[in-house]
């Protein structure tokens, strides 16, 4: 254990600063010489660079690369009085032997400093030289047999056809090769066999499906809500469209856009539409003791900070309650994605367990878009005979009352009328004496006279 512990072996032969000395930053140092200004001690800040390194209040350095005896961060850490000594005994999270060693030789060497590693843009690598030069093929292969040389090792035989065959098909189509593809594969004998093995899956549909099921994963897809009753929801189109846009080798940078904005595109297609289903991939509940403004609260944090773990790189969900402790990001800033997922019209309560909630996007097959088609000409078809109907009977209406208006009918003779009655009898007292003194003497009746039926043919009218 002794031996274990010592700085010597402790200490990783290269420092990387994002590896091995930003996490002891961050642990042990951060809580009061990080982020929080409210919590910060002595002015120093040594989350970054710029801060770590200037003049304090004090006059002193922190961190003065390559000189151990002017950086007051070196002579805290290895001071033997309590109260000099950092981090501070109480707080109860000490350094170890090896750990304080790293990070006085990262400042002897002189304390060369990284941006957050999602922020350092790629570059091509200067090929590595390796003793081998015949064994490469590639230039992946000159830093497989770099690091190999570095352990002192020696690449392995080269793997038979079958085994090739049977490694190639799962990596790239997650399935294994057929009894009939790994024959063919070992009867070509020409150069390119491999070559030609491997363009064969690239073109595979599953090849899409291999790929797909990683993002997939970082996407947060299910077909079911999540929460609560689990209700299926439909989101296998979307699923679909990631399959394909690798089919496709879509750009990347077209792959991000249509995913996070691909409605807001001009004139944007169906399937840029369905690319935006990354952001519906969150769980949704349908309890009914749910608080929907809390829960709406939750769709919109998971969308940010998904977007975060995705395509920054970056726990962007701490910065959520407080600043980040580790990741350069403010509370503030987090709020400020927020905004871009907080203006969707979708409740925190769907009450939908057997469907997406809304807003939705219809999607029909070919099959039916084109049943759709036929039945909408088909509509139209019906619309307008309807209307043609309407304008002939309109016609023909305002044809007969020019007529009847012209050639009144006669009125109807009184001819062996018994009785007229004005039926009355609902009419409060009040109001049925006033309205039978106003009527004339023809129009009067008997009170209960009942009503007497002419059953003459001439008195009967058509019958409906």
């Known amino acids: 254990m002794l031996v274990w512990c010592h700085p010597a072996i402790a200490a990783p032969k290269d420092l990387d600063f994002n590896r091995d000395i930003r996490p002891l930053l961050s642990d042990h140092c951060y809580a009061c010489h990080g982020p929080d200004e409210n919590k910060r001690k002595a002015g120093l800040r040594l989350d970054r660079r710029e801060d770590a390194f200037k003049t304090l209040k004090s006059g002193n350095r922190a961190i003065v690369p390559g000189d151990l005896k002017r950086s007051t961060l070196v002579q805290r850490l290895t001071s033997r009085d309590p109260d000099e000594l950092m981090p501070p005994p109480e707080e109860g999270k000490p350094l170890s032997a090896g750990q304080v060693q790293s990070l006085i030789r990262w ?54 056809k079958a085994t090739l065959i049977r490694r190639a098909s799962f990596d790239l189509t997650g399935l294994p090769p057929t009894i009939g593809e790994v024959d063919a594969f070992l009867a070509d004998d020409s150069p390119e066999a491999y070559e030609k093995l491997v363009d064969r899956l690239l073109s595979s549909a599953h090849y899409g499906e291999r790929l797909a099921a990683n993002w997939l994963d970082l996407a947060r897809y299910a077909d079911t809500s999540g929460y609560h009753f689990d209700g ?145 000409f088909r509509l139209r078809d019906a619309e307008k005979t309807l209307q043609d109907r309407n304008n002939e009977l309109g016609e023909t209406q305002e044809k007969w009352e020019r007529e009847t208006n012209a050639n009144p009918p006669p009125k109807p003779s009184d001819e062996g009328l018994l009785a007229l009655l004005t039926f009355d009898d609902t009419i409060r007292p009040s109001t049925r004496s006033t309205a039978t003194e106003q009527a004339s003497p023809e129009t009067k009746a008997e009170p209960k006279q009942p009503i007497v039926e002419d059953a003459s043919p001439a008195r009967q009218g058509p019958q409906v």
């Open 107 to 160: 400042v002897k060497e002189g304390a060369r400093w990284k941006n957050h590693w999602s922020f350092i843009p790629p570059e091509r690598p200067v090929l590595p030289k390796v003793r081998e030069r015949d064994w490469p093929r590639n230039e992946i292969d000159d830093f497989i047999l770099e690091r190999l040389e570095k352990k002192g090792l020696k690449p392995a035989p080269e793997a038979d």
């Open 232 to 376: 299926v929801r439909f989101m296998w189109l979307w699923r679909d469209w990631v399959i394909d846009t690798f089919n496709e080798n879509k750009p990347y940078d077209t792959f991000t856009v249509e995913q996070l904005a691909g409605d807001l595109l001009p004139d944007p297609t169906r399937e840029q539409r369905i690319a935006t289903g990354f952001v519906r991939n969150n769980m949704t509940t349908d309890e009914g003791g749910s608080d929907p403004d809390e829960y709406l609260n939750k769709y919109v944090v998971d969308r940010v900070s998904t977007l975060g773990a995705v395509w920054l790189g970056m726990t962007v969900g701490c910065a959520e309650c407080h600043d980040h402790k580790f990741d350069p990001l403010l509370t503030k800033e987090f709020y400020k994605l927020y905004a871009f997922f907080h203006n969707v019209p979708e409740k925190g309560l769907d009450r939908i367990r057997t469907d997406n909630p809304p807003p939705r996007l219809p999607a029909p097959t070919p099959e039916q878009a084109m049943r759709f088609v036929e039945t909408d």
